[in-house]
């Protein structure tokens, strides 16, 4: 199985495992927390990240619902050396209207349920800016993956999904942060090594000593399993 496949599965899995979480909210909503103190490893990031946009849209969902006031001051700024062209991409749903009516349906709805969340606030950002990702919009989709992140400082899918939106983006550097990142706070979490290393051999194959520290870390949390042999593999024949 190639990783591309195994990564795209497990990711497939989380997001039913935060749809299911979404029909059993009951909270009542709390200040997001800063996110000073969740980039600790990550002396790259130094350049702010553009402010977030709202297409015309995006503008209609919020027509509709009470939309919490966004935090726009403690931005995850991009990587050294990283910039984007273009957070418009084209997303699965771009083609389809009435598949892209569903999502901005699927938002207002997890929109109004974020307005009464506490516990259940990360996986209803995430789930956010899951849609915005079948949408295309990259930037509302990187400003609910950081909501996430004020919310669960503690979980890695948010800063996963970041890395995978900023290798779209070709922000490599600063998805290298991000694949990490979640790494490094639940390791334990095989999906996550596996994403870090083949965004590494992908992206990053001459860098030999970040991939050399990623396949030890990897092996140090869930042991010397075969597809660690398989990615090493790949990328030593690269």
Do not use: C
Not at 125 to 150: C, D, M, P
Request: glycine share 6%; proline share 3%; net charge negative.
């Amino acid at each position: 199985m190639s990783s591309k496949r195994l990564i795209f599965g497990a990711g497939v899995i989380l997001i039913i495992i935060a749809g299911l979480a979404v029909q059993s909210l009951s909270s009542n909503y709390a200040n997001p927390v800063s996110l000073q103190s969740t980039a600790t490893s990550t002396q790259e990031l130094i350049d702010e990240a553009p402010e977030p946009e709202i297409n015309t849209s995006d503008q209609d969902i919020i027509a509709v619902v009470s939309v919490i006031k966004r935090p726009r001051s403690n931005h995850l700024p991009l990587a050294s050396g990283d910039s984007i062209a273009s957070w418009d991409y084209k997303g699965a749903y771009s083609d389809n209207t009435a598949l892209q009516t569903r999502a901005r349906d699927e938002i207002a709805q997890l929109t109004k349920l974020l307005e009464t969340a506490t516990s259940s606030e990360m996986i209803l950002s995430v789930g956010i800016a899951n849609q915005y990702e079948l949408l295309g919009n990259g930037k509302l989709q990187y400003e609910y993956l950081e909501r996430a992140i004020q919310a669960d400082s503690a979980t890695g899918l948010p800063w996963h999904n970041i890395g995978v939106l900023m290798e779209k983006l070709r922000a490599f550097n600063t998805a290298k942060v991000a694949f990490e990142k979640a790494t490094l706070i639940q390791p334990q979490f095989a999906v996550y090594q596996y994403a870090y290393l083949d965004f590494l051999i992908s992206n990053m194959s001459s860098d030999g000593s970040a991939i050399e520290k990623a396949f030890e870390w990897a092996e140090k949390n869930i042991g010397q399993v075969q597809y660690l042999s398989e990615l090493r593999a790949r990328w030593q024949e690269s």
